[in-house]
């Protein structure tokens, strides 16, 4: 007879010590020190889950479901034989399930308010997730459990009935629920102490974030018998979108705090891809920092983010994937074109009628023909479009007329066999398929137009508009068959809520802060089967400011998975955000302070240039030369290495005279020269002086000769990104990761696979530069062409700048000097216990936000 389910149930319960103890009574000595072992690797492979920042003192406890659990096993078989996941993806949810309980208190502890956040990506998996960490602590005897689902009706609607589904429908005598589809908490039928005191079942509520219903709540548990009730029941309270509403709001944020006060053994668990006001609460106030746990969840197989569709800058130590750039999906809108798709400014919206535009036009039609090609590949599922260019209930509404006008006159025309109208598809369909190749998927043949053209009558005929906003009686419902819909709306399309088969956005709203951007990028998820069709149009500045935030949010994570490394606490150490020169991080800032961080161990280089701008560009090519012409006095010659030339044990200051000249563009800074040098004097004037002597490299290639110092040298060729600004040349990568090791003795010994930390460790080891700086200088070839086409990346262009151009990149070593942080580029929560303040929401979201909470429709029970 297996006894260990037996043991790994009272080891969870009492711990592992007291339960071999326990045991030992009844099997014996030898068989707990067994299944002890077994227990530890079981504990060991749920740690494995993935990196996570964790409290002090935080026990493993949890080693995962037993076969005859109650609740996780029939979720599990849901997955597999309803939903057919595979073995791997299961598997990767219960690793990443896993690691969210192991970090929950050990459930024996007699009072526990325990406080976790769990970092996903926009619409990638999150509402299934905590749903198998539902499934999990209702196995662990959690008897309570809230889910605050958004501000919105869709939403919370949608989160129940998942929930209704997968736990309440797989075991429904074993769950009580206290709200359902059509009807948020309200008046109960049953008092909270005779519903609470079940031993045998799991309460489950799902709620808004809205203050009316949150009273109901709390007045319905405050009542002696059920504060009795609550004594010794776990609870569990899964904060969806928990940066929305949740923090630094007058009225949700205090009722979610009292709430949590009714129970005295809870665990909060906030979830959201955009954590960065939760990550600035004032930690030393009774608020909801999170400081037991902040955990990432794994990106899963297929998704679609940010880097994936917009690229990043280069981040330390990252293999690029196989579109480093981001695939060729976004389409820039004109700047002039945005004040013809909504009033200008603060203009009033009444009486506004949008204009067709070319590419709104452009992208309607894509919509169309993207659809009927998913159905000549035999997937009839759901189709959505977006259009989102206004807060403004009213100019959604004026969509409406001019988009029924255009499906009207194209059913027409296809029904006629419009010979025009068909080629106009035709050039649409070659340009778009030549720009994403469909065979980075699985080598998928990509369709011919006459199959697309086949199916493209019917998709006229079943496509409708929809308003989606709090006024509109017509909102998206895919509850009913399959849908083709052009969705046009605001605010309750912009977060939580899923778009089913989203494949083309148009958007042109504004907005001033991060999480705003990326809550409204509903274009995020997973396309199965039609990976290589979603197409957005955005303005260029949108297009930037989302390639940013890429990298945001990689760096978010890294910090995340090295603080845990170091075995770092949530208030010991705070998660540092990027900023953006034009851009807030979130409305709320909190306790928010500049970040310090280092260049220690950095490897720096520029990306962007003025390409037109002669002046600009013969600066720098100035500022090189004469760096190069000073090396070079005294008729001293270069080091020869490969295609490179060396100047070795070059004075400080002649780098820093050359920082002070050089032009960086605004969009790199973290390469503004004022903190370049500062970091360079901190480091020579520390209690270990560094950085007093540098190595200056040139590096060559085949391109056009440019002159520095009197020196003709190869250019390299770089070319540019078509990022639809001509202005503007984006290269994304100068250096090569083997060019931070060049001025190394060993540096023929470095192959390009090798690991980046590997180089930065090898120049740690050489005593004797481990204290020097490298600056690597590229004249690039103002004439570069693409080396080789793009394949599904973004298209790079010929360079065609107005003068040679010069990069240049700095790697400095491992900080050994005084001075090693410089104020700069980050903002992290001030963990002395600063006080934060209550920060309104984003100006234009303001309006929207009061009316959903507190409207008819935000008190709709």
């Known amino acids: 007879m297996d006894l260990y389910p037996l043991f790994g149930t009272w080891a969870k319960q009492f711990g592992l010590d007291a339960a071999v103890v326990k045991f030992s009574a009844i099997g014996g000595p030898e068989l707990a020190a067994t299944y002890k072992e077994q227990f530890e690797a079981d504990l060991e492979t749920v740690?494995?889950?993935?990196?996570?920042?964790?409290?002090?003192?935080?026990?493993?406890?949890?080693?995962?479901?037993?076969?005859?659990?109650?609740?996780?096993?029939?979720?599990?078989?849901?997955?597999?034989?309803?939903q057919n996941w595979g073995s791997e993806r299961l598997n990767d949810l219960e690793r990443a399930a896993n690691k969210v309980v192991a970090h929950t208190p050990r459930p024996d502890r007699q009072r526990y308010q325990a406080k976790g956040l769990v970092v996903g990506y926009v619409q990638s998996g999150k509402t299934t997730n905590f749903t198998s960490v539902i499934a999990k602590l209702a196995d662990e005897q959690y008897k309570f459990i809230i889910v605050l689902s958004g501000i919105h009706n869709g939403l919370r609607k949608q989160t129940q009935a998942r929930l209704n589904s997968q736990l309440k429908g797989l075991n429904n005598e074993h769950w009580i629920t206290l709200t359902d589809e059509d009807r948020d908490f309200g008046p109960q039928a049953s008092d909270a102490v005779s519903l609470l005191k079940s031993t045998e079942k799991v309460v489950l509520a799902?709620?808004?974030?809205?203050?009316?219903?949150?009273?109901?709540?709390?007045?319905?548990?405050?009542?002696?018998?059920?504060?009795?009730?609550?004594?010794?029941?776990?609870?569990l309270i899964i904060d969806d979108e928990a940066d929305q509403a949740s923090v630094a709001t007058g009225r949700i944020n205090p009722l979610i705090r009292e709430l949590l006060a009714l129970f005295p053994r809870n665990t909060y668990i906030g979830y959201t891809a955009t954590p960065f006001a939760n990550v600035f609460i004032d930690p030393a106030?009774?608020?909801?920092?999170?400081?037991?746990?902040?955990?990432?969840?794994?990106?899963?197989?297929?998704?679609?983010?940010?880097?994936?569709?917009?690229?990043?800058?280069?981040?330390?130590?990252?293999?690029?994937?196989?579109?480093?750039?981001?695939?060729?999906?976004?389409r820039i809108v004109p700047e002039d074109d945005v004040q013809l798709l909504r009033p200008a400014g603060k203009a009033t919206p009444t009486g506004f009628v949008p204009t067709m535009t070319p590419d709104l036009v452009d992208a309607v039609r894509w919509f169309w023909l993207a659809t009927a090609a998913r159905r000549a590949r035999g997937d009839r599922s759901h189709s959505t479009m977006l259009i989102h260019t206004s807060v403004k209930i009213d100019v959604q509404e004026s969509f409406r007329d001019p988009l029924e006008e255009?499906?009207?006159?194209?059913?027409?025309?296809?029904?006629?066999?419009?010979?025009?109208?068909?080629?106009?598809?035709?050039?649409?369909?070659?340009?778009?398929?030549?720009?994403?190749?469909?065979?980075?998927?699985?080598?998928?043949?990509?369709?011919?137009?006459?199959?697309?053209?086949?199916?493209?009558?019917d998709v006229l005929d079943s496509q409708r508009v929809v308003l989606d906003n709090y006024r509109s009686t017509d909102r998206l419902d895919y509850s009913s068959g399959p849908v083709v819909a052009i969705a046009v709306g605001g605010n309750t399309l912009s977060r939580g809520l899923t778009l089913e088969g989203l494949v083309v956005s148009f958007f042109v709203r504004t907005a001033s802060a991060y999480d705003t951007l990326l809550q409204m990028a509903r274009w995020f998820g997973f396309r199965p089967g039609y990976e290589d069709l979603p197409r957005i149009w955005m303005t260029h500045?949108?297009?930037?400011?989302?390639?940013?935030?890429?990298?945001?949010?990689?760096?978010?994570?890294?910090?995340?998975?090295?603080?845990?490394?170091?075995?770092?606490?949530?208030?010991?150490?705070?998660?540092?955000?990027?900023?953006?020169?034009?851009?807030?991080?979130?409305?709320?800032?909190?306790?928010?302070?500049?970040?310090?961080?280092?260049?220690?161990?950095?490897?720096l280089q520029t990306r962007y240039?003025?390409?037109?701008?002669?002046?600009?560009?013969?600066?720098?090519?100035?500022?090189?030369?004469?760096?190069?012409?000073?090396?070079?006095?005294?008729?001293?010659?270069?080091?020869?290495?490969?295609?490179?030339?060396?100047?070795?044990?070059?004075?400080?200051?002649?780098?820093?005279?050359?920082?002070?000249?050089?032009?960086?563009?605004?969009?790199?800074?973290?390469?503004?020269?004022r903190q370049l040098i500062r970091y360079i004097d901190g480091q020579r004037n520390g209690e270990h002086p560094a950085l007093e002597k540098w190595t200056v490299a040139v590096v060559q290639s085949s391109g056009a000769k440019v002159a520095l110092g009197g020196r003709p040298f190869g250019s390299v060729i770089r070319s540019r990104l078509d990022t639809g600004v001509d202005s503007i040349a984006d290269i994304k990568t100068l250096m090569s990761k083997r060019d931070r090791v060049l001025d190394l003795p060993t540096w023929e010994s470095y192959d390009a696979a090798r690991p980046?930390?590997?180089?930065?460790?090898?120049?740690?080891?050489?005593?004797?530069?481990?204290?020097?700086?490298l600056l690597v200088l590229y004249p690039i070839d103002a004439h570069s062409e693409p080396v080789a086409p793009a394949r599904g990346g973004v298209a790079r262009v010929p360079m065609d700048a107005v003068a040679p151009v010069i990069g240049y990149g700095i790697v400095f070593p491992g900080s050994v000097g005084g001075g090693t942080t410089v104020e700069v580029t980050h903002m992290a929560v001030d963990l002395a216990g600063a006080s934060g303040s209550a920060w309104d929401e984003d100006e234009e979201q303001r309006e929207d936000l009061q009316e959903a909470l507190y409207s008819e429709e935000g008190d709709e029970s």
């Open 47 to 82: 740690q494995l889950g993935g990196p996570a920042i964790v409290a002090a003192g935080s026990e493993s406890w949890y080693s995962g479901s037993s076969d005859g659990s109650m609740f996780w096993p029939p979720l599990r078989a849901h997955f597999r034989d309803d």
């Open 206 to 235: 799902v709620v808004k974030k809205n203050a009316t219903v949150l009273e109901r709540l709390i007045n319905w548990l405050s009542t002696d018998g059920a504060r009795g009730a609550l004594e010794n029941l776990r609870v």
């Open 285 to 330: 106030s009774a608020d909801l920092y999170p400081k037991d746990f902040i955990l990432n969840l794994p990106r899963p197989e297929g998704y679609f983010g940010t880097e994936m569709i917009f690229g990043a800058d280069v981040v330390e130590g990252e293999n690029q994937g196989p579109a480093p750039d981001g695939y060729d999906m976004v």
């Open 406 to 457: 255009l499906r009207s006159r194209a059913l027409t025309a296809i029904r006629a066999g419009d010979e025009i109208f068909i080629g106009e598809l035709r050039t649409l369909w070659e340009r778009e398929t030549a720009r994403v190749d469909s065979m980075n998927w699985h080598g998928r043949q990509q369709n011919s137009f006459e199959s697309v053209l086949r199916e493209l009558g």
């Open 541 to 603: 500045a949108l297009e930037r400011a989302f390639r940013h935030l890429a990298t945001v949010e990689r760096e978010m994570r890294d910090d995340i998975d090295q603080y845990q490394r170091q075995n770092l606490r949530p208030t010991d150490v705070a998660v540092r955000i990027k900023t953006h020169p034009s851009l807030a991080i979130t409305a709320k800032m909190g306790a928010a302070a500049p970040a310090e961080v280092s260049y220690a161990g950095r490897r």
């Open 609 to 673: 240039f003025l390409r037109e701008d002669g002046t600009w560009l013969e600066n720098n090519l100035a500022a090189a030369s004469d760096l190069i012409q000073d090396l070079s006095s005294g008729g001293r010659e270069p080091e020869q290495r490969g295609l490179a030339a060396l100047f070795r044990d070059v004075p400080a200051h002649l780098i820093v005279a050359f920082l002070r000249r050089y032009n960086v563009h605004e969009d790199s800074a973290d390469m503004m020269p």
């Open 756 to 773: 980046e930390h590997e180089l930065v460790q090898q120049r740690e080891r050489d005593t004797e530069y481990r204290s020097r700086g």
